[in-house]
Antibody, heavy 120, light 106 residues
Framework: EVQLSESGGGLVKPGGSLRLSCAASGFTFTSYAMSWVRQAPGKGLEWVSS????????YYADSVKGRFTISRDNSKNTLFLRMNRLSPEDTAVYYC?????????????WGQGALVTVSS | DIQMTQSPSSLSASVGDRVTLTCRASQGIGIYLAWYQQKPGKLPELLIYAASTLQSGVPSRFSGSGSGTDFTLTISSLQPEDVATYYCQKYNSAPLTFGPGTKVDI
C-alpha cells in the first residue's frame, strides 16, 4: 500500500522559510515522479512543483518559481519542498503526491497534507 | 501557458440523474487529461486518466471522453456519495495545471 507522510508544516512569518518533507513507502520510490500540490483554505487544487524519478528534472508553477525548491533523496525515499520568501498567499495545505514513471503525470496517491500558515 | 476551465462551476441534480461536467484547455493537450473527485473534508481521488481510462476501483457510472481541447466527465446515474468537487488536470507538459473545479450537489 502506498503511504505518503508529510511533515514540517507550521506557522511562519511573512518572508520566512520552511522545509516540507514527505516520507514515502509501499512502492519503488526511485521509479516514480513526485509532486507537491497545494490547496488554500476553501479553494481549489493548485499544482506547485514536480520532480522526475532521478531528480534531474524539476518544474515549478510561476507562482512559486524562484522561491521554492523541490528535491528528493532516493536513498531515503523522501521528497522535500524548500519554501523561501513566504507570503500570506502561500497559506495552504501542501500535499505530497505520487505520479507515474514519466515526469509529466497525473497523481494516483496523495499524502494527508501539511498545513502551512503564513501570518504575522 | 495553457489555461484550464471547467463548466459549470456548480450544479445541483437529483439522484439517478445523468450529469455531464466539462473541462476545456486553451490549447490542445491530446488525451493528457485526468479527473479527480474531492469529497468535503477528504483527499482528492483519481477517477480517470488519459481522458477516458477509469482508475481501478472507480465505479463504472463514471466515464470520461474527449481529446485536444474539450473533455467531459459523465456520471451516468448520480448517487448521494457523488457529492463532491470535481477537478480536471492537464499533464502533457509543465505546468500541470488543475481546472477550477465543478461542485456537484444533490
Amino acid at each position: 500500500e502506498v503511504q505518503l507522510s508529510e511533515s514540517g508544516g507550521g506557522l511562519v512569518k511573512p518572508g520566512g522559510s520552511l522545509r516540507l518533507s514527505c516520507a514515502a513507502s509501499g512502492f519503488t520510490f526511485t521509479s516514480y515522479a513526485m509532486s507537491w500540490v497545494r490547496q488554500a483554505p476553501g479553494k481549489g487544487l493548485e499544482w506547485v512543483s514536480s520532480i522526475s524519478s532521478s531528480g534531474g528534472g524539476t518544474y515549478y508553477a510561476d507562482s512559486v518559481k524562484g522561491r521554492f525548491t523541490i528535491s528528493r533523496d532516493n536513498s531515503k525515499n523522501t521528497l522535500f519542498l524548500r519554501m523561501n520568501r513566504l507570503s500570506p498567499e502561500d497559506t495552504a495545505v501542501y500535499y505530497c503526491a505520487k505520479g507515474q514513471v514519466y515526469t509529466y503525470s497525473f497523481v494516483d496517491s496523495w499524502g494527508q497534507g501539511a498545513l502551512v500558515t503564513v501570518s504575522s | 501557458d495553457i489555461q484550464m476551465t471547467q463548466s459549470p462551476s456548480s450544479l445541483s441534480a437529483s439522484v439517478g440523474d445523468r450529469v455531464t461536467l466539462t473541462c476545456r484547455a486553451s490549447q490542445g493537450i491530446g488525451i493528457y487529461l485526468a479527473w479527480y473527485q474531492q469529497k468535503p473534508g477528504k483527499l482528492p481521488e483519481l477517477l480517470i486518466y488519459a481522458a477516458s481510462t477509469l482508475q481501478s476501483g472507480v465505479p463504472s457510472r463514471f466515464s470520461g471522453s474527449g481529446s485536444g481541447t474539450d473533455f467531459t466527465l459523465t456520471i451516468s446515474s448520480l448517487q448521494p456519495e457523488d457529492v463532491a468537487t470535481y477537478y480536471c488536470q492537464k499533464y502533457n507538459s509543465a505546468p500541470l495545471t488543475f481546472g477550477p473545479g465543478t461542485k456537484v450537489d444533490i
